[in-house]
């Protein structure tokens, strides 16, 4: 019998995302096989650590680093393993995304901003703060 290389009409599972398969082979321990997620959560937890003991600042933007991070990651490596969970496409565009607003509202946080944007000036106006 031969199989179609069709996919079926009716849906009767689902198929894993494309660039799932691990990073490396089996011969390695579970941590190195999922180098890129691995790298991704330490970043992360690095971030983290630094925002609750130190700059909250350098944390955060440690924190969305790290998305970015696996944005890259999830465009230029053909396998990711863990990282992988919807589309390419959808992968790279969720994690730029939230990765970057975390960096953009990192980087206007008060006190003292590190970037200003005119915007925000008056941004309590929409809020429902009045001026005195």
Known sequence: MTRSRRRPVTTTGTLPPEGSAAAIGRGHTLPVRQWPITLVLAVAGVGLV?????????????????????????????????????????DVSVLTVLGGAIVLLTLVAQPDPWIHLSVLDNIGQFVGRRHH
């Open 50 to 90: 630094i925002t609750r003991f130190g700059d909250f600042k350098t944390g955060l933007l440690t924190v969305g680093g790290s998305l970015v991070l696996g944005a890259v990651l999830r465009l230029v490596l053909p396998e990711v393993g863990l990282l992988a969970v919807r589309s390419r496409f959808t």
